[in-house]
C-alpha cells in the first residue's frame, strides 16, 4: 500500500511532545521527510517533558526520516533558519504545520505585557512568517498545504450572564487562536488558485498532553474526558494529502472532521 506523503517534506513546530510529536511521527509513517522545530532538543532545557530528540529517535527507529532543528519561533532568523535547512537538508517544502504556541492562563487584570508580546509572536506572527517563506516554492510548484492548529477557545464564552460556571483565564489564548483561524480562511482564499490549500485544525475535546496537564486542563495523560492525540494526527494528515480544489479555508475540528470522511 502506497504511503500518502511519499518523497514529501514536511515541517513541524512544536514537535518535542504532545500533538506537534504526534503528527510528526504520523507523517514520517506515511513516507513524509519530516523537520521538527521547538525551543526544547534536550532534557532539561524546558520543565515540561518531552524533546526534540526524543521525537527524531522515535522516528528514525522506526525507519522514518526527521532532523530537528532547535529554534525560537519568536525570532523571524530563527524561523527563514528553519525553512532553510528543510531546503539543504530535504528540498522544498509540500507541508508546513504550524503548531507551537505559548500560553499563559491568566486574567487580563492580571496579565503582563511581556506574555501578551510572547505569545503573539509565537502563536500568530511565527505561523504568518513560515507562510511567508514556504509560499514562494508552493506558488512555483503549484501545490502544497499550510496546516494552523487552532482550540476551541477561539469561540470564547460566549454571551452572558452565565458566566459562573465557566472557566476564566483564556482570554488571550482566545484571542490568538481566532486571530489564526481568520489569517487561515484568508490566506486560502489569496493561495487558492495556485493549487495550495490553508486550513485550521483543532481538537473537539482536550488533549491530554504534558502542557495541558501543566495548566490543568485534564486530570491526567489517560484523562477519559479527552482526546487522544492521534485523532488531531489523522486529521491533519487528511489535510496534508486533500485536493486543495476542494478542501481549503475549513476551520476543522478534528472528530467531526474524521466523521465527515467516514474515517472515524
Same mark, same amino acid.
Given at each position: 500500500?502506497?504511503?500518502?506523503?511519499?518523497?514529501?517534506?514536511? +515541517?513541524?513546530?512544536? !514537535?518535542?511532545?504532545? +500533538?506537534?510529536?504526534?503528527?510528526?511521527?504520523?507523517?514520517?509513517?506515511?513516507?513524509?521527510?519530516?523537520?521538527? &522545530? *521547538?525551543?526544547?532538543?534536550?532534557?532539561?532545557?524546558?520543565?515540561?517533558?518531552?524533546?526534540?530528540?526524543?521525537?527524531?529517535?522515535?522516528?528514525?527507529? *522506526?525507519?522514518?526520516?526527521?532532523? !530537528?532543528?532547535?529554534?525560537?519561533?519568536? #525570532?523571524?532568523?530563527?524561523?527563514?533558519?528553519?525553512?532553510?535547512?528543510?531546503?539543504?537538508?530535504?528540498?522544498?517544502?509540500?507541508? @508546513?504545520? #504550524? #503548531?507551537?504556541?505559548?500560553?499563559?492562563?491568566?486574567?487580563?487584570?492580571?496579565?503582563?505585557?511581556?506574555?501578551?508580546?510572547?505569545?503573539?509572536?509565537?502563536?500568530?506572527?511565527?505561523?504568518?512568517? @513560515?507562510?511567508?517563506?514556504? +509560499?514562494?516554492?508552493?506558488?512555483?510548484?503549484?501545490?502544497? *498545504? +499550510?496546516?494552523?492548529?487552532?482550540?476551541?477557545?477561539?469561540?470564547?464564552?460566549?454571551?452572558?450572564?452565565?458566566?459562573?460556571?465557566?472557566?476564566?483565564?483564556?482570554?488571550?489564548?482566545?484571542?490568538?487562536?481566532?486571530?489564526?483561524?481568520?489569517?487561515?480562511?484568508?490566506?486560502?482564499?489569496?493561495?487558492?488558485?495556485?493549487?495550495?490549500?490553508?486550513?485550521?485544525?483543532?481538537? #473537539?475535546?482536550?488533549?491530554?498532553?504534558?502542557?495541558?496537564?501543566?495548566?490543568?486542563?485534564?486530570?491526567?495523560?489517560?484523562?477519559?474526558?479527552?482526546?487522544?492525540?492521534?485523532?488531531? &494526527?489523522?486529521?491533519?494528515?487528511?489535510?496534508?494529502? !486533500?485536493?486543495?480544489?476542494? @478542501?481549503?479555508?475549513?476551520?476543522?475540528?478534528?472528530?467531526?472532521?474524521?466523521?465527515?470522511?467516514?474515517? @472515524?
Amino acid at each position: 500500500m502506497p504511503k500518502q506523503l511519499e518523497d514529501k517534506v514536511a +515541517i513541524v513546530t512544536g !514537535a518535542s511532545r504532545g +500533538i506537534g510529536a504526534e503528527i510528526a511521527r504520523l507523517f514520517a509513517r506515511e513516507g513524509a521527510s519530516v523537520i521538527v &522545530a *521547538a525551543r526544547t532538543m534536550e532534557e532539561g532545557q524546558h520543565f515540561l517533558p518531552g524533546t526534540l530528540k526524543a521525537t527524531v529517535k522515535e522516528i528514525t527507529a *522506526a525507519g522514518g526520516n526527521a532532523i !530537528a532543528v532547535q529554534m525560537d519561533l519568536a #525570532n523571524e532568523a530563527d524561523c527563514k533558519r528553519l525553512v532553510e535547512e528543510a531546503h539543504k537538508n530535504f528540498g522544498s517544502v509540500d507541508v @508546513l504545520v #504550524n #503548531n507551537a504556541a505559548v500560553n499563559w492562563y491568566i486574567p487580563i487584570k492580571d496579565f503582563k505585557v511581556s506574555h501578551w508580546r510572547a505569545m503573539l509572536a509565537v502563536d500568530l506572527t511565527a505561523p504568518f512568517l @513560515l507562510a511567508q517563506f514556504v +509560499i514562494p516554492e508552493m506558488i512555483e510548484r503549484k501545490r502544497g *498545504a +499550510i496546516i494552523n492548529i487552532s482550540s476551541g477557545a477561539s469561540r470564547g464564552p460566549g454571551a452572558g450572564p452565565d458566566y459562573k460556571t465557566k472557566p476564566r483565564g483564556g482570554t488571550v489564548y482566545g484571542t490568538v487562536k481566532a486571530g489564526i483561524e481568520r489569517f487561515t480562511q484568508g490566506l486560502a482564499h489569496e493561495l487558492f488558485e495556485y493549487n495550495i490549500a490553508v486550513n485550521s485544525l483543532a481538537p #473537539n475535546k482536550v488533549v491530554p498532553t504534558p502542557g495541558t496537564l501543566h495548566h490543568k486542563l485534564v486530570d491526567s495523560m489517560d484523562d477519559p474526558r479527552g482526546e487522544p492525540p492521534e485523532l488531531m &494526527a489523522r486529521a491533519a494528515l487528511l489535510l496534508a494529502t !486533500a485536493d486543495p480544489k476542494k @478542501l481549503t479555508g475549513r476551520i476543522a475540528y478534528s472528530q467531526d472532521f474524521l466523521k465527515e470522511f467516514g474515517m @472515524l
